[in-house]
């Protein structure tokens, strides 16, 4: 057995210790390692997705105990595939805090930051339920020490809100897993699709309250709307950096969707059938639709940023409420561009924080870098609003056409092409304010007092902002390519016999296969 | 050259003009030029494929399976349009390079017009219709740049602001047009689409449709009612206006109309539709446009005008009418880029562009004066000009147009829109360059030079030489009709001709003509009345719709998120609620599988203690101190839970857990108020009381509910009992469980705990930075404290258990994997054993004896357990496998070693320093709080009743 798909793990878990037991008052030190773990991760990344990139599914027994007995790891096209996408996010991310200096403004940013990565990496690979709960924990835990980075009552308020509906959200997938326990006995999510298979139908709302309330733990971390009040002011709040991360959390609860309401809950199985059809593509076009007005509403670019990014979830979850292949297809090919935009539009809205030491919306003087850093809040918003040429517009051009046979396509059409318009006009508003208007209202740019205000970023900011911005581009271009594979992956999701009998049929310490059957 | 390279280029190229922005404004106009030049060669090359009747295409896939494909075809009608696109485009730049002032960033202004260039000749060459929306879009963005390019004027701002909206929506409309379109002809290729007429126009979709996409081509051209956009466009550096208003981006919805015309034209939405359109904003245009006193508004209304002109020859269906569209696109583009790139000049050199301030130029700018007039007599429609033979044209075709069932209607109103058209010629003319010299203008005007003036000339001379020898262009202009046509309609024999006899057209013409010259008569008392007529102010309304649906949106925003945590749980419950009663009550309910067991005494007391803690802490919440001791009620009553249930392991977990708890939530209280405050009106805690209820009888319901069943098969805790000892070596399953079977989630719990213990000491880093530490500099305890801050008896009591204390702690853990125990639990128990010491003898005190810094505690813990987990992969084993044997030391017994143990240290060592820093970093907040710490272990404190300035004790070790 190779040992490759803990790696991402283990590696992130024993850095964090390590930096917080070697280099606790070193910040050069931690960012050298910090660093340097990243780029470990990005290569066992990347190589993990090219082993399995023809569809073979790796598969990892922990302490040797074979599924469902003991916890098994994971790693298929589609796990893979978003733990590249974080560590390649990470790193930028990363880049940008060492550039910006935020990483220096509080404690043990490194270590978090590596326990965060943690997290989110175990989330994605592991192929256990219970497992999934701590690694939410994990990553949980992680963000709220990354949020309150830095301090300032602002965010200790934000944070203190963000942490404690993340809470509710923790106990209630607590509840959700004893349910599922008490129905199925198990907690391997093979296993359990087996199982939940099993089920008749004269005894139905047991696993059906169940598999909504696990749905709902999903939905408060993928910010559905009514559960996305957590949301808006932590992302506005959190150092941006931070923020640029946790693109991609709000993705950890899409995927757990995505995962579970396939393999487990597949949309043909008769006990769990008419369960969310009634109000989960409702609640996905009404997320798109506030985060449009978000947009709109803003008076503040990290909150307009914040908004933009529980539209995009809509628009995800738009495309996943269809759970046809074409719709999980095209929900992946917008969950990796709408990771890579937020990311690029909350450093963008740092670096005018940077510039002029705040981020509200209304004119004032100019700042430095404002032609560069327009042009970039420019690009960002092309792509977060969906326009062309960037792979937004593509990727909602994918959830349009993949909607066309569901019963509300008007309704989808409607919502995503008017949402499309008002944060366009928003991002319009804001940005000609921002970038615009301050020339206006040029005061004296020689006293020193202006001078202060209008620090230039630093080349690394940019490299790092630029980096996210060319994989957009790359995104783009490849959209092809990438697209292909996101439907394989999503055939894969709806026929997942090679993970099962992968996962299920492999013998373990003291176990033959399917023993526990 | 291939299509691609002519697209690529002005994108490719848009780089250059930044880059070569330093040189000079000439080199960069000079790159600009050469770029588009090249560009404009390659597409020549293409010149006699086009003649020849091919049409030329290239491509590759992008994505394909969403069928949008870079295919790009070159046939007569693009080839028409790129041509102006390109040939207007070099004489723009030139012009600009002339225009723009020593102020004004070339680079910029450069880099966005290439990219605008581009995008409009992908539109123009586009086969594949998704990627036609592409560059459809991408000419919104990149003149959303252009017109906003002077950003120090709000006008440019709001213009471009409202450009990017208007045309925005229609794109967006569009998307959903395009999709239904490729739907029904099962194809997004144009070569596709045109051969399926008879299929679109028979399918239901064929209406929603052709709505949608003519909203986009509408908003694009500046049709009614959606033509407001286009003048506050003018904002704009006059060459954007004249390259965007004349031969660019309100053409874009004209060129799909044309585009697709052979599958959507002919049927009677059609035709109602786009021609009551087209006649309208010809009418409203042209009249707007005599009334403006701003060269450029007039300018923009006559061009909003003649997009109507041009929609409504193209809304009649006709063959004829098309030919005669096609004729106008091109004399439009060249008189009307002439006439803006004239007005520019004007500007530019007399300061002013307000007619009214103007007049007599034609003295002291003749070669303006030239250009001008001829280019304005050509839109007038005066023979011999290239305006006249279109306008007759169009004349001809609306005399034999029925709209509504009219015969009249049409006619009229193509002879009222050119009368007026007629007019606002002659008053540009007349009012600008006629008349006397004044001695008022801003600034002296003169002709400018070469560069300014010979771009709108070599349009001019193309004016004159079509009008004069209309049969030069015949060929070309039915090349064109007949690639726009298609399969649909054959190409009219009728040829362009200056004289064609006494026909109603050219009555019609007379009239218009006439009527626009006596109009110039009576301009005063025309202008007064117009100007006392209350009219709709588009931008009025364009910025109260925007500035409202930012209001609403800021309402609905602000009352959604207030910020009241106490909300967003309440909607969150309710949510989680009425998700779960919907699915409760769409399934199906069966009989319970297990028999309800009696409860008994011990059961009922625990739960009845239970309930009444529970209710206390509701009751009693605002007394901090209180909320607690009946929280640790509660916890213990867990405890109690467990042991019942036989979970040893569990309850001391549990027991531990509460202690340590506790503790820390009491230092904490120490720096709070002793009471909460109500905050909350009682109504508003009365609903909040009724979803906490709910929720609490949903959660009863589901755990009676699962209890009273089994599962759907025999769950793995089974395999758990029946292995634990055979391949865990424990007898202790729920300790096998945590360190073996699930020691994953335990190595995740440690993590867990470690993280919340950096986090609390880096929070209270911040905390001690910010205005946190002023008040605790400031704070004033609100109660008497306690005399002895150390007292006697519990520093010499806990020093003497604390060996005790250690010995039971390494017991529990080395009795863990066996009996209940465990590191968990062990590290707990040595954390109380410490605390302990912080509580009696002070921080300082315990501090100064502590050897190994907390942080490094935690890094040790998680360090040894993640390494004890790979040490399995020396023996090829995954991760955290573990082992055990059976050794024996004399003088000891036969006892076990299992990996397991080292794993449960890390744990141990992470639980203590968790435990620690955690503490630790409350003590650093009192501390920092000033209050006296001595290094002695006891003291007297004698200000028992009333505390002196220098000495407040509310320290965590003295309550």
């Known amino acids: 057995m190779s040992h490759w798909i803990i790696l991402p793990i283990v590696l992130p878990a024993l850095m964090a210790p390590f930096i917080v037991l070697a280099a606790r008052f070193h910040i050069g030190i931690q960012r050298v390692f910090s660093v340097v773990g990243v780029l470990l991760l990005i290569a066992l990344a990347a190589g993990l997705a090219w082993h399995v990139a023809d569809g073979t599914v790796i598969y990892y027994r922990l302490s040797d105990w074979a599924a469902p007995f003991g916890i098994v790891l994971v790693g298929d096209r589609l796990s893979t595939m978003m733990v590249l996408l974080t560590v390649v996010l990470a790193l930028f991310v990363l880049l940008y805090a060492i550039g910006s200096g935020w990483d220096s403004r509080g404690d043990h940013f490194h270590a978090l930051f590596q326990f965060q990565l943690m997290g989110i990496l175990g989330a994605f690979l592991t192929g256990d339920l219970f497992n999934l709960f701590v690694f939410f924990e994990v990553l949980l835990i992680a963000s709220y020490g990354l949020m309150i980075h830095a301090g300032g009552n602002d965010r200790l308020k934000a944070g203190t809100q963000y942490v404690l509906y993340n809470l509710i959200g923790s106990t209630l997938f607590l509840f959700a897993l004893g349910a599922i326990y008490a129905e199925t006995g198990t907690l391997n999510m093979a296993d359990l699709g087996r199982r939940v298979a099993e089920i008749g139908p004269e005894e139905t709302v047991g696993i059906r309250v169940a598999a909504v309330l696990l749905l709902l733990v999903f939905a408060i971390k993928a910010a559905l709307v009514p559960l996305h009040f957590w949301l808006p002011s932590s992302y506005a709040e959190a150092p941006a950096p931070v923020a640029a991360l946790f693109a991609i959390m709000t993705k950890v609860g899409a995927y757990a969707i995505i995962r579970v309401y396939t393999m487990i809950f597949p949309p043909d199985l008769d006990v769990t059938s008419n369960l969310l059809e009634t109000w989960f593509l409702p609640a996905a076009l009404i997320s798109c639709a506030i985060g449009a007005i978000g947009v709109l509403a803003a008076r503040k670019m990290d909150r307009l940023v914040a908004f933009a990014v529980v539209g995009s979830m809509g628009m995800v979850m738009i495309a996943i409420s269809l759970f046809t292949p074409q719709g999980i297809g095209a929900a992946l090919y917008y969950i990796i561009h709408s990771t890579l935009a937020a990311a690029v539009l909350f450093l963008v809205s740092d670096l005018i924080r940077t510039g002029r030491g705040n981020v509200d919306v209304t004119a004032q003087i100019p700042m430095a870098g404002t032609f560069l850093t327009a042009g970039m809040f420019f690009a960002g918003a092309i792509a977060m609003a969906g326009l062309p040429p960037l792979s937004g517009f593509l990727g909602k051009l994918l959830i349009l056409q993949a909607s066309v046979s569901a019963d509300l396509v008007v309704w989808v059409w409607a919502v995503v092409l008017i949402s499309s318009l008002i944060s366009v006009v928003g991002f319009a508003r804001a940005g000609s304010t921002v970038f615009w208007k301050s020339h206006g209202t040029l005061p004296d740019l020689d006293t020193d007092e202006n001078k202060e205000v209008a620090t230039p970023p630093t080349i690394l900011s940019y490299v790092a902002i630029g980096g996210l911005f060319a994989l957009l581009v790359l995104h783009t271009v490849f959209a092809g390519q990438v697209h292909g594979y996101t439907t394989d992956i999503a055939r894969d999701l709806f026929a997942p016999q090679a993970y099962n009998s992968i996962v299920l049929d492999t013998p373990g310490k003291l176990s033959k296969p399917s023993e526990g059957h | ?959």
């Open chain 2, 1 to 959: 050259m291939s299509l691609f390279l002519i697209v690529a280029l002005p994108f490719l190229g848009a780089l250059l003009p930044g880059v070569m922005n330093p040189a000079g404004r000439s080199a960069t106009a000079g790159v600009t030029f050469t770029i588009t030049l090249a560009a404009f060669v390659g597409l020549l090359t293409n010149l006699p494929a086009v003649l020849n009747g091919e049409v030329v295409t290239n491509g590759i896939n992008w994505m394909p399976v969403l069928g949008l494909n870079v295919t790009l075809m070159l046939d007569g009608l693009g080839f028409f349009f790129a041509l102006l696109i390109l040939g207007i485009g070099l004489l723009i730049i030139a012009y600009a390079r002339q225009y723009l002032s020593r102020d004004d960033n070339m680079g910029e202004f450069f880099t966005y017009l290439l990219l605008f260039q581009g995008a409009m000749v992908g539109i123009v060459l586009s086969d594949n219709i998704l990627l036609l929306l592409v560059f459809w879009e991408l000419t919104s963005l990149s003149s959303f740049l252009l017109i906003g390019y002077w950003k120090h004027l709000p006008e440019g701002r709001q213009g471009a602001r409202m450009a990017l909206t208007v045309t925005g929506m229609g794109g967006l409309a569009m998307i959903g047009g395009m999709l239904i379109l490729g739907q029904i002809a099962g194809s997004y290729d144009l070569s596709d689409i045109l051969q399926n007429r008879d299929l679109i126009q028979a399918s239901p979709l064929y209406v929603p449709a052709l709505i949608l996409i003519l909203l986009g081509c509408f908003t694009k051209s500046a049709q009614f009612p959606f033509h407001f956009w286009l003048p506050h466009a003018m904002a704009a550096p006059t060459p954007v206006s004249a390259y965007l208003h004349s031969a660019t981006m309100v053409k874009a919805g004209i060129f799909l109309m044309a585009r697709l015309w052979p599958v959507l034209s002919g049927t009677p939405e059609w035709v109602m539709i786009v021609t009551t359109a087209g006649l309208i904003t010809m009418v409203l245009g042209a009249v707007i446009a005599l009334f403006k006193h701003d060269l450029k508004s007039l300018l923009a209304f006559s061009t909003v005008s003649h997009l109507g002109l041009i929609t409504m020859l193209l809304g009649t269906g006709t063959s004829f009418g098309a030919m005669a569209a096609v004729f106008h696109i091109l004399n439009h583009a060249t008189f009307k880029a002439a006439l803006f790139m004239s007005a520019g000049i004007v500007d530019h050199e007399a300061h002013t562009r307000d007619i009214r301030r103007l007049g007599g130029l034609r003295h002291l700018m003749p070669i303006t004066f030239a250009i001008a007039s001829l280019a304005a007599l050509s839109m007038a429609g005066i023979p011999l000009l290239n305006g006249f033979l279109s306008k007759e044209m169009m004349l001809e075709e609306a005399h034999h147009t029925v709209l509504f069932g009219s015969h009249w209607l049409v006619p009229v109103m193509a002879t009222v829109g050119s009368l007026f058209s007629a007019a606002y010629c002659f008053r540009f003319i007349g009012h600008t360059f006629l008349g006397p010299v004044r001695d008022d203008y801003p600034h002296t005007p003169h002709d400018p030079g070469a560069g300014m003036w010979l771009p709108p000339a070599i349009l001019v001379t193309l004016v004159v030489l079509i009008g004069v020898a209309p049969f030069v262009a015949e060929p070309f202009v039915k090349l064109v009709t007949a690639s726009l046509l298609g399969s649909a309609g054959e190409v009219p024999d009728a040829h362009i001709k200056i004289w064609h006899g006494l026909v109603p057209a050219l009555y019609m013409s007379i009239v218009a003509v006439a009527g626009g010259l006596l109009m110039m008569l009576v301009f005063a008392p025309l202008s007064r009345l117009w100007e006392s007529t209350p009219r709709p102010e588009a931008k009025v309304i364009f910025e109260a719709i925007i500035n409202g649906a930012v209001r609403a949106a800021r309402v609905v925003m602000h009352s959604l998120h207030n910020g009241s945590f106490t909300r967003y749980a309440m909607i969150a419950v309710v949510t989680v609620l009425a998700a779960g009663y919907h699915a409760w009550i769409t399934g199906a309910v069966g009989v319970p599988t297990r028999e309800m067991q009696a409860p008994g005494a011990v059961a009922i007391a625990g739960w009845a203690m239970l309930v009444a803690a529970t209710l206390g802490i509701v009751f009693f919440h605002r007394n901090r101190l209180l909320a607690l001791i009946l929280m640790g009620i509660v916890g213990l009553m867990v405890s109690i839970a467990f042991v019942f249930f036989s979970a040893p392991d569990l309850a001391m977990t549990q027991f531990t857990v509460e202690a340590v708890t506790i503790i820390l939530l009491l230092l904490a209280l120490n720096f709070l108020p002793n009471r909460t405050p109500v905050e909350s009106t009682t109504l508003r805690r009365f609903r909040d009381a009724t979803v906490a209820i709910a929720g609490g009888l949903g959660s009863a319901a589901l755990a009676w509910h699962y209890l009273l069943r089994d599962a759907v098969a025999t769950p793995i805790s089974e395999f758990h009992l029946a292995n634990s000892y055979k391949g865990g070596g424990g007898t202790n399953v729920v300790n096998v469980i945590l360190v073996d079977f699930r020691g994953f989630d335990t190595f995740g719990e440690i993590i867990v705990l470690s993280i919340a213990a950096l986090l609390i000491y880096a929070l209270t880093e911040t905390l001690l930075d910010g205005p946190v530490r002023r008040r605790l500099l400031n704070r004033t305890p609100d109660q008497p404290q306690s005399g002895t801050r150390h007292p006697m008896m519990m520093v010499v009591l806990t020093r003497v258990i604390m060996p005790v204390v250690m010995m039971v702690g390494f017991y529990i853990f080395l009795r863990g994997h066996n009996e209940p125990g465990g590191g968990f639990i062990a590290g707990l128990i040595v954390s109380i054993g410490v605390v302990m010491q912080y509580m009696a003898s002070g921080f300082s005190w315990t501090a100064a004896r502590l050897k190994y810094p907390y942080h490094g505690v935690i890094g040790a813990g998680v360090l040894v357990a993640g390494f004890t987990g790979m040490g399995s992969w020396f023996l090829e084993k995954p991760f955290l496998t573990s082992d055990f044997t059976y050794v024996r030391i004399p003088p000891f017994e036969k006892f076990e070693l299992a990996t397991a143990a080292l794993f449960d240290l890390g744990v141990f060592l992470a639980v203590v320093g968790a435990v620690m820093l955690s503490l630790e970093s409350f003590s650093r907040l009192a501390r920092r709080a000033d209050m006296p710490d001595s290094d002695h272990p006891m003291d007297i404190d004698p200000s028992r009743e009333k505390p002196s300035p220098d000495l407040r004790t509310p320290e965590p070790e003295a309550h």
